[in-house]
């Protein structure tokens, strides 16, 4: 990556003259997840995140002349798409948002896009919306949608790669019934059969069910050598799980990253020892360099943590490479804020970041996760890969 280019010294002075002499204003941005639903123990920490980046803006006084930016949450429930739509409309119309970080589910997410954002003008940049369907190729979305999350093509890849490397191949699948788990399983069982494995049974559940000895039995009698538990650890995927440890159905799973949490391993402890997993997740340095800002005020390492402080700041960043917070003028930006050319930005570097853009330069923005977007609006992105060892999760290594 080359150094960030200086603009002439007559660019640079009206390019700082412009922002010196612009109107200092109250930037809104919203944030959508799913404070309540099936990801709940994932989302606070997430908000969290975006709310970091947010502050660290705010406070250096450099966004577009001094405007201060304020958060307003709201609740896409993770899976009902008519209160997500509502919450966004709230943001949108009355609260006066000029972007969306978020929301988080693929279908919630979708929903948002298709009947607020694209009707609005508005700028959505999701931290772990990862369905494929929500992939530019395949939405109109007037280049108003980002995310920091890899689609789940890429996650279906990763997860064969695992498995074969484990020695499994062969595996009974149940996921969760809507666009995400649905987009995930499809996605993995091309994968996996593919690479030589197969794939016993690829069979949805629904969320919410007290009892799941039907699916069970159904995933038993179709065999594996292990399940793949494509869901939400706060909704039907634990229950699945429980079900089949009660049953003696599996004692072994795989848990895409719907299901890493740390109340994966509250609630089965060592009884799912053995497993396996991932989710994406930045690099040992970055996730150091993330958990050193975050000096512990919440979980820097909770999954989509760093991606929704990427999303947030990449938001911000592009308004100030635009010299407005308005998301007509910088939705054209994010891709370039986001990758090469440029000076290397680094979690923790927003001040610097908007500095350079205020001088008329060029950065190349890293953050957390070490982004990289393609596609355009598609993050590349890299997977931590775990197992469970002593009622515990670990790190297994990165893909």
Request: net charge negative; with cysteine.
């Amino acid at each position: 990556m080359k150094k960030f280019l200086l603009a002439s010294a007559a660019t640079a002075l009206c390019a700082t003259s412009a922002f010196a002499g612009s109107h200092a204003e109250e930037i809104k941005i919203g944030i959508i997840l799913g404070f309540t639903g099936p990801i709940e123990s994932l989302t606070p920490s997430m908000g969290d995140g975006a709310e970091l980046a947010i502050t660290e803006v705010s406070e250096s006084g450099l966004l577009l002349g001094g405007s201060k930016v304020t958060a307003v949450r709201g609740d896409s429930t993770c899976i009902d798409a008519a209160a997500a739509t509502s919450v966004a409309e709230q943001q949108i119309t009355a609260d006066g948002v000029k972007a969306i970080m978020g929301a988080d589910c693929s279908g919630v997410t979708g929903a948002i896009l298709q009947n607020v954002a694209l009707a609005n003008g508005i700028v959505m940049i999701s931290p772990s919306a990862t369905s494929p369907g929500l992939s530019h190729n395949n939405n109109e979305d007037e280049g108003l949608f980002f995310r920091t999350a890899p689609s789940d093509a890429r996650q279906g890849v990763v997860m064969t790669d695992v498995l074969m490397d484990l020695g499994i191949n062969e595996v009974a699948v149940t996921y969760t019934n809507n666009d995400y788990g649905k987009g995930l399983a499809d996605s993995f069982q091309a994968a996996f059969e593919a690479a030589g494995g197969k794939v016993t049974i690829n069979a949805a559940h629904e969320d919410g069910k007290a009892d799941y000895s039907a699916e069970i039995g159904a995933l038993a009698a179709a065999g594996g050598e292990r399940l793949v538990v494509a869901g939400y650890v706060d909704q039907g995927g634990s229950g699945i799980v429980r079900a089949a440890l009660d049953t003696g159905a599996f004692d072994t799973f795989h848990f895409p990253d719907g299901m890493i949490s740390s109340a994966l391993t509250e609630n089965f402890g060592a009884e799912i020892d053995g497993s396996s997993g991932q989710h994406p997740a930045p690099s040992d340095e970055l996730a150091a360099n993330f958990a050193a800002l975050v000096d512990g005020a919440f979980d820097a390492s909770s999954p989509f943590t760093p991606e929704s402080y990427d999303a947030a700041a990449l938001i911000m960043l592009a308004m100030q490479a635009a010299g407005s917070s308005e998301s007509a003028d910088f939705k054209g930006k994010v891709m370039d804020v986001a990758n090469a050319p440029g000076e290397p930005i680094q979690a923790g570097e927003l001040a610097k970041a908007l500095q350079i853009l205020a001088d008329g330069g060029e950065i190349d923005y890293v953050g957390a996760t070490g982004v990289e977007l393609v596609g355009p609006g598609e993050a590349a992105g890299t997977y931590r890969e775990v197992k469970f060892e002593g009622g515990e999760e670990l790190t297994a290594g990165r893909r």
